[in-house]
């Protein structure tokens, strides 16, 4: 099993980024995807959540109405909308496979993609 985020970078308060991540390793239309961030001191949160075929989704409070989460089961990709960005959203973002509640691969967790939003 493995997750390769991308997609990160700097970007101005407002402005828009687009993360993706490549999954392998295990069937991954056969499981909900999720994308998860952790800030320094703090820890890791949910963002979002979606379903094998794409189907309902769930953002934390946070970020619902401007965060956006997608799959492309034919690519193994998961993606991550992110618009109207905040100082707040500031964070390292992951994915990570689950089913029944269970990860694909406990304890795993790719590198991550920094996400720094400021002026």
């Known amino acids: 099993v493995q997750f390769v985020e991308s997609g990160g970078g700097l970007v101005q308060p407002g402005g828009s980024l687009r993360l993706s991540c490549a999954a392998s390793?295990?069937?991954?239309?056969?499981?909900?995807m999720r994308w998860y961030r952790q800030a320094p001191g703090k820890e890791r949160e949910m963002v979002a959540s979606i379903t094998t075929t794409g189907g309902p989704t769930f953002y934390a409070n946070s970020v619902k109405g401007r965060f956006t989460i997608s799959r492309d089961n034919a690519k193994n990709t998961v993606y991550l909308q992110m618009n109207s960005l905040k100082p707040e959203d500031t964070a390292r973002y992951y994915c990570n496979a689950l089913r029944n509640n269970g990860f694909v691969r406990p304890n795993y967790w790719g590198q991550g993609t920094q996400v720094t939003v400021s002026s």
């Open positions: 390793g295990f069937t991954f239309s056969t499981f909900g």
